[in-house]
């Protein structure tokens, strides 16, 4: 019977057969739904799921690869999948988890999934542009480049703050996600001064607005999965 506590042993996914943590990571996205995962397990495998959407999308944007965005697709159906199957999990182990810890578990899936809808908004984004062959301007690119960037960032910290809650990390993450806040804002304010200078593409506008907009309730839903995190190392203290 698998353990249902939660993060009882942060290292116990380390496996002898693989050469470091990071190739340990690597495979996560490939994890298939199974009984056999434990809750934290299921969070680790849903972030890197997410951790791979992220990088295909960031480079969505220059050029589109059917065949990447088809598997983010699959990527985002899969995390869907892992929310249901962790939630239920959860919902079972209620009893030994604790009602405190329980609280604040519970809401991680969910959060997740909604990161994954996130992204499955800017993928239609990428695709409605590059079926309408909508361009965006240079300085466009680079402002969602410098934010992927920091997305992929957040989002490597956040996973590994789940396999060991680090107060110094999760301070961090508050950081990034205060900055991120700012560089959205920014790039928003940027779009709109190109709009009014004429630098922008009418179609390009709502795709932009568009991806801003998922890539704020995203960086949201990150700080709130990081509060959480927070308040459960003060659970155990």
């Given at each position: 019977m698998k353990d249902q506590r939660i993060f009882a042993s942060p290292f116990r996914m380390m496996s002898p057969k693989l050469d470091s943590e990071a190739d340990r990571f690597k495979e996560l996205h490939e994890a298939q739904v199974s009984d056999a995962h434990t809750p934290e397990?299921?969070?680790?495998?849903?972030?890197?799921?997410?951790?791979?959407?992220?990088?295909?999308?960031?480079?969505?944007?220059?050029?589109?690869?059917?065949e990447r965005l088809s598997l983010c697709d699959r990527l985002a159906e899969e995390v869907h999948k892992w929310e249901s199957a962790i939630t239920k999990d959860l919902i079972a182990a209620q009893s030994t988890i604790g009602h405190n810890v329980f609280k604040l578990v519970v809401r991680f899936p969910v959060r997740l999934e909604r990161i994954g809808d996130m992204f499955q908004n800017i993928l239609t984004c990428t695709r409605i542009k590059a079926r309408e062959s909508i361009p965006f301007s240079d300085k466009a690119l680079a402002e969602l480049d410098a934010i992927f960037r920091l997305l992929l960032e957040m989002l490597t910290n956040v996973r590994d703050a789940i396999v060991i809650r680090n107060v110094v990390l999760l301070?961090?993450?508050?950081?990034?996600?205060?900055?991120?806040?700012?560089?959205?804002?920014?790039a928003r304010f940027a779009h709109w001064e190109r709009v009014e200078a004429g630098f922008c593409s009418p179609q390009a506008s709502p795709i932009y607005l568009d991806i801003l907009d998922s890539l704020t309730a995203t960086n949201e839903y990150l700080g709130k999965i990081c509060e959480s995190l927070?308040?459960?190392?003060?659970?155990?203290?």
């Open positions: 397990e299921g969070f680790l495998i849903m972030i890197s799921k997410l951790v791979e959407m992220s990088k295909i999308l960031s480079k969505s944007f220059v050029a589109t690869d059917p301070a961090h993450i508050r950081a990034q996600r205060e900055r991120l806040a700012q560089m959205l804002l920014d927070l308040a459960m190392s003060d659970e155990e203290e």
